[in-house]
């Protein structure tokens, strides 16, 4: 399964932009996640989607500002971000699990795409 994540970009404080993650092939049934990683840090949970009963889950940081989303017929998963703020700043990435695991937890995905670059200038 390959994932290919695009969407990002430079942005102002409190702009908008909308990740994409396209999948080769829907062979996974579990959880669909994005994850970031700001320079010097780890990668930290970002959000997640359920395939199946689409249950939603978001890490506290991004509650309410972010929404994850998801078209079955293109196999593809959306992270609609808004009021960005220049902490949400780091290269953005999504992974795929085969089994259901903790949707939160990086080593528990088995599919990672590249990054997609986020800047949030103040």
């Known amino acids: 399964v390959q994932l290919q994540a695009s969407g990002g970009g430079l942005v102002q404080a409190g702009g908008s932009l909308r990740l994409s993650c396209a999948a080769s092939?829907?062979?996974?049934?579990?959880?669909m996640g994005w994850f970031r990683q700001a320079p010097g840090k780890e990668r930290e949970f970002v959000a997640a989607?359920?395939?199946?009963?689409?249950?939603?889950y978001y890490a506290d940081s991004v509650k309410g500002r972010f929404t994850i989303s998801r078209d079955n017929a293109k196999n593809t998963v959306y992270l609609q971000m808004n009021s960005l703020k220049p902490e949400d700043t780091a290269v953005y990435y999504c992974?795929?699990?085969?089994?259901?695991?903790?949707?939160?937890?990086?080593?528990?995905?088995?599919?990672w795409g590249r990054g997609t670059q986020v800047t949030v200038s103040s």
């Open positions: 992974a795929a699990q085969m089994y259901y695991r903790n949707y939160a937890l990086v080593n528990d995905y088995d599919y």
């Open positions: 989607n359920r395939w199946s009963g689409g249950s939603t």
């Open positions: 092939a829907r062979t996974f049934s579990s959880y």
